[in-house]
């Protein structure tokens, strides 16, 4: 009882992450599974990659990604595609992290220009190109929304839930069980 409590809390902590996450562009939502170990029940946590929709914006640095891969910002990497260009004319998102393309950093005039294989042109010429997996598109002027449907993440907090409350009152019941019997065999003697 102890493993699927352990198990319920996990798929809740996944489903409430995912829910925090319904608005957020580029997000892909988190996948619980739950497997019978040795040591009971078990869950493990894999990214969804089921592509998001496609939000038209009309913003030239906004970027959706169709396909897999991530864009690379600061030290991490993101889905997230609204860049914005700052005073000094690098693209940036909306916590002031850098975009790298394949060169470094990525700075840019007002007039450049993404297209769909990463190329970054200035002009008619290219100036860097943002690293994309094989297969993998940009979208200029878009954004790709989050993955996560907010009713059936719902359903997964209630569901998991119950499953906690159901495991924690079968915990409780035989631990009754187990204090009776024990009083009954001191009883006997």
Do not use: C, Y
């Not at 690098?90 to 450049?112: C, K, M, Y």
């Amino acid at each position: 009882m102890a493993s699927a409590m352990r198990a319920a809390r996990a798929q809740l902590e996944i489903a409430t992450q995912n829910l925090a996450n319904a608005s957020t562009d580029g997000f892909r939502k988190a996948v619980a599974r739950v497997a019978l170990t040795e040591g009971g029940l078990a869950v493990s946590e894999r990214r969804s990659h089921e592509q998001g929709a496609v939000r038209t914006t009309g913003r030239r640095f906004d970027l959706a990604l169709l396909g897999e891969g991530a864009f690379r910002v600061g030290g991490g990497l993101t889905r997230e595609g609204a860049f914005a260009r700052d005073r000094d004319g690098f693209l940036v998102d909306d916590r002031g992290r850098r975009l790298h393309g394949a060169r470094g950093v990525l700075r840019v005039s007002e007039d450049a220009r993404i297209e769909p294989d990463g190329t970054v042109r200035e002009g008619g010429r290219v100036v860097d190109r943002i690293p994309l997996p094989h297969g993998t598109r940009i979208l200029a002027g878009a954004l790709e929304t989050s993955t996560v449907n907010p009713i059936g993440e719902t359903l997964a907090i209630l569901t998991a839930q119950r499953a906690f409350e159901t495991a924690q009152k079968t915990l409780l019941a035989i631990d009754a069980s187990r204090e009776k019997a024990a009083n009954d065999v001191a009883r006997v003697q």
